[in-house]
Each structure stands twice: as C-alpha cells, then as structure tokens.
C-alpha cells in the first residue's frame, strides 16, 4: 500500500496533538501532587484524634478544629439545601422552560453572577441579612455560599440537560408523559452525573471560601450547630492561623487545609455514588 | 435497577437531608441554655493571639461565660460596633471624631496592650542588627534612597559592610491599623513625607511591592533577597526574621523590646488626653522605641442588656489586671500602671441604663 | 377528559402551559419564578452597588474610569490601573489554562483507559477544593521563589527586549498572579469539559473514523460538536478568575499602577475591595471601593458579551450540533 505524504503529515500531527493531551494532563496532576505533597508535608504531624476533636485553643496550647468540621458541614448543608434546589431549576428554565430573548437575559445576567467576587456577595449578604438581625449567624452564612454556587450550578445544568439527545424527550413524550414528567423523569436523571459534576464543583468552591463568612458566619471557639448564631468554618479557622506569626498555628493551618480536602473528596465520592450511570 | 428502586434511593437521601437540616435549626433555641451569657467583639488582628489567650483564660474561671473574638482588622471591629452586631469592638487607632459622633451611642476607649512596629528586613551577609535613623526609614519608603550601601545608612552601621545591592520595599497593601502607626511616625518625623504620602491606614505608597497582612509582609520579607518591610514585633521574632534599631526623639538607637516599647507608653502617660485616644509614636524617653502603639477595646459607654455589660466590664477588669500576665510570652508590651490607673477609671465608668456596672 | 370540558375551564391552564397540563402549568410557573427570582437577586444587588457608590460617581464622574492614581488619604481615586489589572491577570489565566484544561479534558475522554481516567478526573477537581488562602500560602514559599530563581531571569535573557519581561525580578506581580490564577481556574474548565465531551454521541466519532480520520482528527470533530459547552465552561472559569480575591492578591504585589511588564506588580479589583473594605473609613472611600465593585460587575458584562458573540460566530456555521441519534 502506498503511503501518501499527507498521510504520513496527518499521523505525525495526531501522535504529535495526542502526545501534547497526555503531557497537559502529567502536568497538571504533578501541580497538584506538588501542592497536595507541600500541604501534607506541612501539617500532617498536627493530625490526631484531639486535633479532630477538639476546640481552638491559645498559641502554645495545642488545642484543634473540631468545633470548624461540625461548622463547615452545617454550612455546607445549609448553603446545598438553598443553592442546589435553586441552581437546578434555573438550569431547568434556561434549558426546558424559557424561551427566546428574555430566556438569553436570564441567562447572561446568571453568567454574570459568577464574576462576583466572593467577599461583595459577603458584603450583600452582610447588608441584607445581619445588619437587621444586628447579629451574625450560620444561616446568613449559609445564604452567602448559596449565592455562590447557584450561577455554577445552574450553567452546568443547563449545558448538561441541552446535551441530552432530543430522541429521549420526543420518545418519551410520544408515549405521552406531560412535560414535567419527561423532564423530571426523563432528562433530569439522563443529565445526572453531569449535573453531579456542577454540585461538586460549587460545593468543591464554596467549601474553599473565607470572605463572604467572615462577614455572616463570623466565626467561634463554640461547638455550635445553631442557625441563629455565629459559627466556626475550616476556612475561616485556616485563614486566622495563617495569617498569624506563630509556627504552632500554620502548621495547624496546613493540617486543617487537609482536613477540609479529605471532607470534600468524601462528599464528591458520595455524590458520584448516588448519581452513577447503571447502564 | 427499576425507576421505583432508584427514586426511593433518592427520597431517602433527600429525607435525612432534610431531617438534618431540621434537627440544626432546632437545636438553634436550646443550645445556650440556662445562665449562659454569650459575647461577641471583632476587630484588630494584631492583639488577636494574645485575646485568645485572655477569652480562654478568663473562660476557665467563669465557665458560663461565653466570650467570641473575630479578627476581622480594626476598620472592621469600629464598623460592627458602630451597627451593633457585636458587644465590642477592637482597634489599633483610635476611633476618629466623625465616627464617634455618628456612632449611635457613647463610646469609651480602653487601652488593653502596647504593640511595636519594627523594621525588619533580609540581608543573608549581614549578621548584627542594622541601626536605622527615622529620616532614613523615611527616604527609603520615599524612594530617594535606593541602595543598601547608600552612605546614609552607612553613616549609622559604622563597621558593617553592605552590599551595593536595589533595596526593594515591601509595605502593606491592606488596609491596617499597622500601617497606620508606621505613617503616623513617618509623618512626624519627615515633613517631605506628611506633606507627600500622610497618615492613614490606607496611604499611597511611592515605591515598592504590596503585601497582604503582617504575615504577607515576613513572607515576603524572609522570602526575597534584599527586602525591607516593616511589621508587629511578634511576627518578625517568630519568623526569626532580623529586627533594627531605631533611632528615638532622644537620640538613642533603641531595639524593640518589651521593655521599651511599654517605656514609650510610660513617657506619655502624662500627657495623654481624658478620652484616652493618643499616638505615642516618637514618644520621648531616652529608652522609649519611638514605633510603638496602643491598642484599644471599644465598647459602648451605656450597655443595653445590663448581664452583658457586667460581665463585658468585669472582663475588661479582669484583661487589664490579670491577664497583662500573658502579654510578654507572647511578645506583647503589657500596660505601664499609671495607663492601667486610667484605664480602670474608663471601665468604672461603663453603665447600663445609666447605673455603673462595677462598683469600684 | 372531552374536548368540551376540556375548553370550558382550562383556558387559564392554556395561558400558562401550551399543553394544558396542571402538572405543566405549576412546573413552568415554579421554574419562571425561580429565574425571576436570581435575576431579581442580581438586580438587587446591582441597585445596592448602584446607591453605594453615588457619592463617588458624583463626586468623579467618568473620571473615575480614566483616573489612575489611588490616594485614600488625598481623596483621589481613579479605577483604571484595577480595571487594567483584572482583565490582565484573567487574560493571562485563561490563555495559559484553557489548551492546557482542554488537552487534560481531552486526554482523560478520549485517550485514557477508564480506570486512569475516573482517579485522574478526581485528583483534578480536587484542586477545586484547594481554599484561596492556601494556594496563597503556597505561592508565597514556593511558586514565587520558583518564579524568581528559575523562570523569570531565563525569560528576562531571552524575551527581555520586549516590553512584556523587563523590570525588577522580585518573584510577585502580574506573571505569579496570572500563574496562580490559571492553576484555579483549571479544574473548572476540564472538569465541564470533560462532561461536554462525553456527552457528544459516540456516533459522531465513529462517522469520523469511519471516513479514515485519524485519532487527532476525530477529536477536533468532537471539539467542534461540543464547542457551545466548552465556551459555557471557560465563561465559568472567566468568572472564577475575575472575582478571585485571598490567592491573588497574595502574589500580585498590589501596586495600583499601570506597566507593561509582567514582571511589575499589578492589583485587581477585587483584591483592593479585598484589602481595604474593612478599613475604609470615610464615605468617599467607601462609596469608591463599591463603585469599583460595580465597574467589576460591568468589566464581566462585556467581556461575557464578547464570549457570546464569539461562539456565536463559530458554531454559525456549523448547524445542527450533534443533537441526534
């Protein structure tokens, strides 16, 4: 068989692209593996039960984060419980229900949501939430995070339902299910993992984020699980011990940024559990 | 997998969802309880270590005492105390007259523990502290001094050589009641520089690299060749970073230690106003470090709810008298006594509906 | 249900549903007020901002937008070097992350074997979770030192007669900002990318193949399938490297000034309000930060806008995208 010399071009060039795919990948998971590694290195000797467990305590004391797990989670849950809900219908309007020019307004007015930096959307949440209550609390703290995720999660869901092939919704609505029905029960679950990837994304973000709770959630040495009062936030907790002089309470920074991924990591292997293809 | 199995899946993780959230909320009323009395201060992030210190302490003796401190920068604590969404506030300066008078109620001012500014800077040749006099300090963040081996900084290290090496300048790019301090000693003691730059927590920087926070500022410093940056006492001496002598009013090249810097507070106490709001920056003294400040907790003359404001001004007793105690280990300057005899009167004078909380 | 009764009591059903359904009529109501909802959200805040930074628009005017000095102290205010820096280091963020997000999104569906790809996929989002503060941390003790010892001086050598790598070789500024930046912003764009191109129908890349399409080949044909989805995920990362504030401004320098080098400190707006909202005392001040704020709100409009019409213009021509099968 005769090789022609485009041919061979064409070869070269898709060794070449393929090649340069698995090199961008090397590099990123060696970024990664090197800040994870510097992380670890950093603060895996303040890890113990007490550590986990316990409250902060005063430089020299020892002292831990448990009291900022329990707060972060509660956070977490409240900031999904508001933002995911909220985040999937918007993506289901943008996708299924709106239509035309004012379907495109909501759509870049979302896309412009995300630009926000963290700390005004704190800053809103502050004006609109504590000054009236005249306290802080998880809730407004809450109220911020969910802010933030909704413009994620509803762009990855509308991008992720609008993937779904057409045939599934014409079949199911020749078999005459209502529009609901072929969404709620038809696309939506077709989208799933998709849409799992948006929630984890901005849950992955907002577990990640300091400014918008220090000025809702504030912060405390109390194990607290109430909405109505101020509570404590591996981030908030991690950015007090990094910005402080003390050794002591970096490497306990170091340890509770390890802390905070291993929680994530959990919650992404759970969701994309509950949300996998069985087919 | 049936569609009826899948969606019963998906009822019960949405249910315990659901029923964790409940069981937070409710657990909202009941979780103080009984005698508890909660506070809540936010503010300055210099004193913060040494406040936790304090709130721990103080909470082992009084157990039903909840006090919470937030270091959220001075501006922060004088704004949330001034929207009363928390019982004190913490600052490095002073409160200025406009935020006093649109504040909704009197505030008082009470001097909890001193701080020093120091210069510190990284040179790997040099072992010995350099010695700096104020108009150098001032001409090398002014930018007319660009080089480490300048013949002014020679003039005052007789015996060190210094390399021929760009000085790059690092300065705090946040707004910070440490910056504050440092222009406001910078003001007083180069004309070119108040005239130029001025006092504030904020100034316009006419050279050299931003940093964010104390700890931005000994990153950079301990990690770039040649810097010099100006930062809390504690901070330089944790991170081993080198710490220069300063030249005071009375001559003297003093170094920043505990000793000097409650000298400075000392010399002033004389002098010092009612209201107890002053700079003591180029404080006389001949062993005062002329870079030294007060820091303040701010709290509302008249307190609403009479338990907290007991409890609010028995700590305050407590932090001014006991717990100076803490201050030197962790590179604190705690209060001279003839400030913590005036910051006793400021604290007796805290009332609730008019009657005094303390009977002194 | 007869087609008489059917028209007697439903026609308010017909308004809002065009089947008629209850169910459908509830569901598109709940979903329209949702939207409402955000949209009103962002409006609110807009106002907010609006009202907040009155003093200052009065006080500056457009003036604002060309002013480049940045004096608190003086009462002086000018936002163009913040505007010069967000849309720098975002720039800067986007072009070094997107080949690479699109080369791992690539590799991770189309190259790898399942079970490299599922942990490889994790261990890249997992960088998502990485709090801004820490990858400030980081870039202080290592990406900056990195920078300074063994990047930037090469660069200097070589590209130094542009005007792009000259100046002071301090390890911070525009380059470490835009470096950090790119690494945040990665995980965001390939992890939906990754989503978009999965979704693509396995029979468009077997159509490829079958006309004697090479590997590299069949994978643009994907690219260009999926390429609406693709400018969804870098419009998100876009927006995550315009309001990134703590890692920034860790590593930026925070010099308000405009320069050409990317040597030379930058500061982005969201790393002033960041750094002096809590301190700013004094309407002026206050009412300035905020209209930055809105100026952000602005800056991510346009550039949006300016996404949109891109895509726009590339998926024009293609038609229907892979919709079928």
Not at chain 2, 111 to 125: F, I, K, Q
Not at chain 3, 298 to 308: D, E, H, K, P, Y
Request: charged share 15%.
């Amino acid at each position: 068989m005769a090789y022609r010399s485009s041919d061979r071009i064409r070869r070269a060039t898709s060794a070449v692209m393929t090649s340069l795919t698995a090199l961008c990948t090397l590099l990123a998971v060696s970024a990664l593996l090197i800040i994870l590694f510097y992380i670890a290195w950093q603060g895996i000797d303040s890890i113990s039960i007490r550590f986990l467990t316990d409250t902060p305590k005063p430089v020299g004391e020892g002292g831990g984060i448990g009291n900022a797990i329990l707060g972060s989670l509660v956070l977490l849950l409240v900031s999904s419980a508001i933002g995911l809900p909220l985040g999937i219908c918007v993506g289901i309007y943008l996708s299924e229900v709106g239509s035309g020019r004012f379907a495109g307004a909501v759509r870049f007015i979302v896309d412009t949501l995300t630009g926000i930096p963290s700390i005004v959307t704190g800053v809103f949440v502050y004006a609109i939430l504590v000054v009236p209550m005249k306290h802080f609390s998880a809730l407004a703290g809450g109220v911020a995070l969910a802010l933030i995720m909704i413009p994620i999660v509803a762009r990855t869901t509308e991008e992720m339902l609008k993937l779904v092939p057409h045939s599934l919704r014409e079949g199911a609505l020749a078999l005459g299910a209502p529009q609901w029905r072929v969404t709620m029960g038809v696309v939506l679950p077709a989208a799933a993992p998709g849409i799992a990837t948006g929630a984890m994304l901005a849950i992955a973000r907002v577990s990640g984020e300091t400014a918008p709770l220090l000025f809702t959630a504030f912060g405390s040495r109390f194990f607290s699980t109430s909405l109505n009062e101020p509570i404590a936030s591996l981030t908030v907790q991690i950015y007090n011990y990094a910005i402080s002089a003390y050794d002591e309470w970096h490497a306990q920074a170091w340890a509770a940024t390890l802390v905070l991924m291993t929680l994530v990591l959990g919650i992404n292997i759970m969701v994309r559990f509950v949300t996998r293809k069985r087919f | 997998m049936s569609v009826s199995k899948r969606s019963f899946q998906l009822v019960a993780c949405l249910s315990v969802f659901v029923f964790l959230l409940i069981g937070i909320a409710c657990n909202g009323g009941g979780g103080g309880g009984g005698s508890t009395v909660s506070l809540h201060g936010a503010g300055a992030t210099f004193p913060n270590p040494l406040y936790q210190k304090w709130l721990s302490e103080h909470g082992k003796l009084h157990p039903n005492v909840r006090i919470d401190y937030q270091s959220i920068g001075s501006g922060g604590g004088v704004k949330q105390l001034k929207e009363q969404t928390v019982d004190f506030g913490a600052s490095d300066s002073p409160m200025k007259d406009e935020d006093l008078k649109s504040a909704p109620g009197e505030i008082v001012h009470v001097p909890t523990v001193l701080g020093a500014v120091v210069m510190t800077y990284n040179l790997a040749e040099i072992k010995q502290p350099l010695r700096f006099s104020p108009e150098v300090i001032a001409d090398v963040y002014l930018g007319k001094i660009k080089k480490w081996n300048d013949a002014k900084i020679t003039a005052d290290n007789p015996g060190v050589t210094l390399p021929a090496t760009d000085i790059t300048v690092v300065y705090r790019s946040d707004g910070s009641g440490t910056s504050a301090v440092f222009t406001d000693y910078l003001s007083k003691v180069s004309a070119e520089w108040k005239e130029k730059v001025g006092t504030g927590t904020s100034p316009r920087w006419p050279i050299g690299l931003g940093a964010k926070g104390n700890e931005g500022v000994t990153g950079q410093v301990k990690n770039t060749p040649n810097t010099i940056g100006y930062t809390e006492l504690a901070y330089a001496v944790q991170n081993k970073l080198p710490v220069s002598l300063v030249k005071n009013a009375a001559g003297n090249f003093v170094e920043p230690t505990i000793d000097s810097v409650t000298a400075a507070a000392a010399a002033s106490a004389a002098t010092i106003p009612d209201d107890l709001r002053v700079s003591i920056t180029n404080a006389q003294g001949a062993q005062a470090y002329p870079i030294s400040s007060f820091t303040y907790i701010i709290v509302y003359k008249d307190q609403k709810d009479a338990a907290k404001g007991k409890v609010l001004a028995d700590f305050l007793w407590w932090a001014i008298h006991d717990g100076e105690s803490f201050a030197k280990d962790l590179q604190y300057a705690p209060l001279p006594a003839e400030i913590v005899k005036k910051a006793e009167a400021k604290i007796n004078s805290i009332t609730a509906g008019g009657t005094p909380l303390r009977q002194s | 249900m007869s087609a008489a009764t059917h028209n007697q009591f439903s026609s308010w059903r017909r308004v809002l549903s065009p089947t008629g359904n209850t169910g459908d009529a509830v569901y598109r109501v709940l979903m329209l007020s949702i939207a409402l909802l955000m949209v009103g959200i962002v409006v609110t805040m807009v106002v907010a901002l609006a009202t907040e930074s009155m003093p200052s628009i009065r006080q500056f005017g457009f003036s604002f937008l060309r002013g480049r000095t940045w004096d608190p102290i003086r009462g002086e205010f000018g936002a163009l070097p913040f505007v010069y820096g967000t849309v720098a280091s975002s720039l800067i963020a986007l072009l070094i992350s997107v080949p690479f997000s699109l080369g791992i999104a690539i590799f991770l569906v189309e190259q790898a074997p399942y079970y490299i790809a599922r942990p490889i996929g994790f261990l890249v989002e997992l960088l998502a979770a990485i709090p801004s503060v820490v990858y400030g941390l980081w870039g202080i003790f290592v990406l900056a030192p990195f920078l300074r010892e063994y990047v930037q001086p090469p660069l200097a050598r070589v590209l130094g007669w542009t005007p792009l790598f000259r100046g002071q070789i301090t390890g911070f500024g525009l380059l470490t900002g835009g470096i950090i930046l790119a690494i945040m912003v990665t995980p965001i764009i390939s992890a939906v990318v990754r989503d978009v191109l999965t979704a693509v129908p396995s029979s468009q890349r077997e159509a490829a193949l079958a006309l004697g399409a090479t590997k590299w080949e069949m994978i643009r044909v994907v690219l260009v399938n999926g390429a609406p989805g693709i400018a969804g995920a870098v419009i998100l990362g876009l927006g995550r490297a315009l309001g990134e504030t703590m890692a920034v401004t860790m590593l930026i320098g925070n010099r308000p000034e405009i320069s050409a080098s990317l040597f030379d400190p930058s500061y982005t707006i969201a790393s002033a309000i960041a750094n002096e909202f809590t301190e700013a005392t004094g309407d002026l001040y206050l009412s300035a930060l905020v209209e930055l704020g809105l100026i952000l709100f602005l800056v991510t409009f346009i550039v949006n806008g300016i996404a949109r019409l891109l895509v726009w213009n590339v998926t024009r021509g293609t038609g229907g995208v892979g919709r079928a099968a």
